[in-house]
């Protein structure tokens, strides 16, 4: 049984509160995904005339320097990323782009597991590992 004072010293966890402002509020690029393999700068400069003014665009390439299927559209303003970030989902090519705020170039975040000190990134995990794999025996 449970007594009246009990129920009132058990406190409800409250519902955490997301900040309105996104902490890549202020970027000018976007991330675009779900591009088509024969998109080209132009058409994607066309997609976007609407948003704003399109300074930059950028496809990710693999090693073979072969088109990943994504990139950055980096706009004149801020305001102009917020607008085109509207046209997630709509059909270029005939693919429904996926579209997300990028942070800066060079603006990294504190999660980011990069040691400058050695310039290169860390694997997570922590400690020294005893294992060792050899491939091709």
């Known amino acids: 049984m449970v007594d009246a004072d009990m129920k009132s010293a058990v406190k409800t966890p409250k519902t955490p509160v997301t900040p309105v402002a996104s902490e890549n509020a202020g970027s000018k690029t976007l991330f675009v995904g779900n591009l088509s393999f024969q998109v080209e700068r132009a058409d994607v400069e066309n997609f976007f005339k609407e948003a704003g003014e399109v300074a930059d665009v950028r496809f990710a390439l693999d090693a073979d320097q072969r088109f990943k299927g994504f990139g950055h ?3 004149t303003t801020a305001e102009a ?5 509207n046209f997630n989902g709509k059909s270029l090519l005939g693919r429904e782009v ?7 170039r060079g603006e990294r975040s504190s999660n980011t597991p990069y040691s400058k000190d050695s310039n290169s990134y860390q694997k997570g995990g922590g400690g020294q590992s005893q294992t060792i794999f ?3 025996i």
């Not at 990323?81 to 970030?85: G, S």
């Not at 996926?98 to 800066?104: F, S, V």
């Open 73 to 75: 559209v980096e706009f």
């Open 81 to 85: 990323a917020q607008k085109a970030l």
């Open 98 to 104: 996926r579209l997300d705020l990028a942070r800066e």
């Open 134 to 136: 050899v491939k091709g």
